[in-house]
């Protein structure tokens, strides 16, 4: 059974904290990312990474980094979080080739106060 | 222009009924297919991959691909109160952009009425 672990359900930070959100996948992925998902604006992806610490931005990196110092881990951090970034953010992880089915973890519901 | 296009909905159907959403790409060598289901305040659930023309079986799901018309469709049979979810279609663009992040629609919220 597939599984993407997010480190927490329910967050709540203030603003200017930093922030971490940890993604672990038991399934031997190259590929990780994080998507924010807001109402209305469907799935946002920030940052992926194909491979143990490399990474790419994606439409949405201001204000975030990433980091993947292990294949099963991906990090996603807030340097100092803003009430902008509260949001539902949404790890998966997927590999290459024929069988490239994406699975998302469970989520991180974010509010910066 | 939005590389994955679905009907927002929502849609409804009655209790029973078959339910059929429907999702248009603009790449067209993309090679995979996929549909989320996604309850509201929940992560995106994989239900179904198709790689290939034609129609693919799951229990009361049909995925239908046509690469030549450039769309893919899901079915949903006996539709029941608990498939009330928004539905989202998603496709592995081709080789000559980034092929290891998928591009998603904005979903198609589907309501079942008992």
């Known amino acids: 059974d597939v599984k993407v672990t997010q480190s927490s359900r329910y967050l709540v930070k203030r603003t200017g904290e930093k922030v971490f959100l940890e993604c672990v996948q038991d399934?031997?992925?190259?590929?990780m990312f994080w998507y924010r998902q807001d109402p209305g604006l469907g799935l946002r992806l920030i940052y992926f990474s194909y491979d143990v610490k490399m990474k790419e931005k994606g439409d949405i990196p201001e204000g975030y980094s990433v980091s993947r110092e292990k294949k099963e881990r991906f990090s996603l951090i807030l340097e100092s979080a803003s009430t902008n970034q509260t949001s539902m953010y949404l790890c998966?992880?997927?590999?290459?080739?024929?069988?490239?089915?994406?699975?998302f973890g469970p989520g991180t519901r974010l509010t910066v106060t | 222009q939005k590389e994955v296009e679905q009907n927002s909905g929502p849609l409804s159907v009655p209790e029973g009924a078959i339910a059929s959403l429907n999702c248009t790409y603009s790449d067209r060598v993309s090679q995979s297919f996929f549909w989320y289901r996604q309850y509201s305040g929940k992560s995106p659930e994989l239900i179904m991959s198709i790689y290939s023309n034609g129609d693919k079986e799951d229990g009361r799901f049909t995925a239908q691909l046509n690469k030549a018309s450039q769309y893919v469709s899901l079915l949903i049979r006996d539709s029941q109160p608990s498939d009330s979810a928004t539905y989202l279609c998603a496709v592995n663009p081709s080789l000559g952009g980034s092929a290891r992040q998928l591009t998603f629609g904005s979903g198609t919220q589907l309501t079942v009425l008992p």
């Open positions: 399934m031997d992925h190259e590929n």
């Open positions: 998966a992880s997927r590999t290459y080739g024929s069988g490239d089915e994406q699975y």
